[in-house]
């Protein structure tokens, strides 16, 4: 009859007793994602620094003469001097570039707010409250990007012509609302759908409309969302280059337009673009700074279930 050997108690004051050299070597292997992670930081650093080396080159070339901007190769030790941004702001040729910044202020934040104000309760009937076949309708707003603004742009044009519309700032705004629109829905569909419903079922318990559910319950859940939806619509309008280089013109003309005036097909302009281009990116970076801490909520809003 056989008999049953008791197991040797496990000492409990060390941790290693009782494992076997692969356990040992797995619990050293937990070390590992460690690595992982420092690798993949350092990684991403070199990455954001090849990223970050031409914006910083653009803005030391900015403070160069156009012809140390135009050696080759260019020099590092050059003199620094202000005439490029004297140039752009017209202390030399005498133009000013305050109305083209005014029209892409203008435009960019009009239309922005226009695209909140219809976004939003799509977003809301699309989500909170879905609509029948609303797949359908998401599908329909994202092929409304799948055709390249040049192969609309002399139908715009025309129309543009035919309504007086050129070099109107509002036919701008409404383009610009229509081009920021379905990124808007989708975006902010993906931010409403987290609002728990429960909230909403006590809105409705307490008597809450519609608009005051919209504004004293969905807005402060979801501004970071929305915070995020304005910002990128902000610098989608400011970038804009194509629309308002063939729609606008002395009138209605936008920064971006501007800026490649400077560009011409005699003498050296190197600096004075790279001064151009520094000064019309200070908005779109101080609107990032001033909403980073929503940006980054409302971007990485319902990533961690």
């Known amino acids: 009859m056989s008999t049953l050997t008791p197991a040797a108690p496990r000492n409990t004051a060390d941790p290693t007793a009782?494992?076997?050299?692969?356990?040992?070597?797995?619990?050293?292997?937990?070390?590992?994602?460690?690595?992982?992670?420092?690798?993949?930081g350092l990684a991403a650093w070199l990455?954001?620094?090849?990223?970050?080396?031409?914006?910083?080159?653009?803005?030391?070339?900015?403070?160069?003469?156009?012809?140390?901007?135009?050696?080759?190769?260019?020099?590092?030790?050059?003199?620094l001097t202000l005439d490029a941004y004297k140039e752009f702001f017209g202390a030399t040729s005498g133009v000013s570039p305050w109305p083209p910044l005014i029209n892409s202020a203008t435009a960019s934040i009009l239309s922005t707010a226009l695209v909140l104000v219809l976004a939003i309760p799509a977003a809301y009937a699309l989500s909170i409250r879905p609509v029948k076949k609303w797949t359908?309708?998401?599908?329909?707003?994202?092929?409304?990007?799948?055709?390249?603004?040049?192969?609309?742009?002399?139908?715009?044009?025309?129309?543009?012509?035919?309504?007086?519309?050129?070099?109107?700032?509002?036919?701008?705004?409404?383009?610009?609302?229509?081009?920021?629109?379905p990124i808007a829905v989708w975006m902010m569909r993906s931010f409403l759908a987290e609002v728990p419903v429960e909230m909403l079922e006590a809105a409705q318990i307490d008597g809450a409309g519609l608009l005051l559910t919209l504004r004293k319950i969905i807005a402060p859940v979801a501004m970071p969302g929305i915070a995020a939806t304005?910002?990128?619509?902000?610098?989608?309008?400011?970038?804009?280059?194509?629309?308002?280089?063939?729609?606008?013109?002395?009138?209605?003309?936008?920064?971006?337009?501007?800026?490649?005036?400077?560009?011409?097909?005699?003498?050296?302009?190197?600096?004075?673009?790279?001064?151009?281009?520094?000064?019309?990116?200070?908005?779109?970076?101080?609107?990032?700074?001033?909403?980073?801490?929503?940006?980054?909520?409302?971007?990485?809003?319902?990533?961690?279930?």
């Open 18 to 40: 009782g494992f076997d050299g692969g356990s040992r070597r797995r619990g050293k292997s937990l070390m590992d994602p460690t690595r992982n992670n420092t690798a993949a």
């Open 47 to 79: 990455l954001a620094l090849l990223f970050a080396v031409p914006v910083l080159w653009m803005v030391l070339t900015s403070f160069h003469s156009e012809n140390d901007a135009a050696t080759n190769p260019p020099s590092v030790a050059a003199n």
């Open 136 to 181: 359908d309708v998401m599908f329909f707003f994202l092929s409304t990007k799948m055709m390249p603004v040049v192969a609309a742009i002399l139908p715009l044009y025309l129309f543009a012509k035919t309504a007086g519309a050129l070099d109107n700032i509002w036919f701008l705004i409404l383009m610009y609302t229509s081009m920021n629109l």
């Open 230 to 305: 304005a910002l990128i619509c902000f610098i989608f309008s400011w970038n804009e280059l194509l629309l308002a280089r063939v729609l606008t013109g002395v009138i209605a003309g936008t920064a971006p337009v501007f800026l490649t005036g400077f560009v011409s097909s005699q003498g050296l302009f190197l600096a004075k673009v790279c001064a151009a281009a520094v000064v019309i990116s200070l908005p779109v970076l101080f609107a990032g700074f001033a909403a980073q801490d929503k940006l980054v909520q409302g971007l990485s809003l319902g990533a961690v279930k």
